[in-house]
């Protein structure tokens, strides 16, 4: 049972991370100060450092939350309906993704900022490779499911299908990144013959 004490840490903790966010969106991962992000939240130093090591640390909760808010849209809780978890990831790189590329919104940094912020620090790394695993392991879940109901095809080791998954969304955000001019229809049509069940 939550505390209220408790609540508040946890609403300190998010509000922290959402201002990082807005701020590594608006400015990339190196240019806000601790400073500056916990003014935009509202918080002292002193909050700051109840929740965090350092700025790394903070950086690497803000990638770890982001790339779970972009996941969690691309897994498919619902196994039972045919292909479902297919369409889904294909649906969110049609209809969200790539929109939302056109109309130059962010909801927060960017994937290349991402890659940076790995490649300068393991702890930022860790954390990619461990969302990046949990979001392989939750998929692979439902493709067991789907395949236990017919709509995603057995002969094709479930985590195999569910890495190839991760792999076309992480695959779609390079591609909005980069402004690469994709047929995604023609590819979401051969990616959902790929892994249904021959008839």
């Known amino acids: 049972m ?36 916990c003014a935009k939240a509202g918080f002292t130093r002193g909050a700051f450092y109840v929740h965090f090591k350092d700025r790394d640390d903070l950086v690497a909760a803000a990638m770890g939350e982001s790339l779970q808010g972009l996941l969690k849209r691309v897994i498919d809780e619902n196994p039972e309906a045919e292909a479902s978890l297919l369409r889904t990831v294909v649906h969110y790189i049609n209809e969200t993704l790539l929109p939302r590329a056109a109309r130059e919104e962010k909801s927060g940094p960017r994937f290349h900022q991402f890659l940076e912020a790995c490649h300068r620090s393991s702890k930022v790394r860790g954390i990619f490779k461990e969302t990046i695993g949990e979001a392989i392991r939750r998929i692979d879940v439902s493709v067991k499911s789907g ?24 695959g779609a955000l390079v591609a909005v990144d980069v402004g690469l001019d994709m047929k995604l229809e023609e590819t979401r049509n051969a990616a959902l013959q790929l892994f249904q069940p021959p008839r």
């Open 147 to 170: 395949q236990k109901y017919g709509g995603i095809r057995e002969d094709i080791e479930s985590d195999d299908i569910s890495a190839v998954l991760v792999l076309m969304a992480l």
């Open 2 to 37: 939550k505390t209220p004490r408790s609540t508040a840490k946890q609403e300190t903790r998010s509000a922290l991370i959402q201002a990082a966010l807005q701020l590594f969106n608006e400015e990339g991962f190196d240019s806000p100060s601790l400073d500056a992000i």
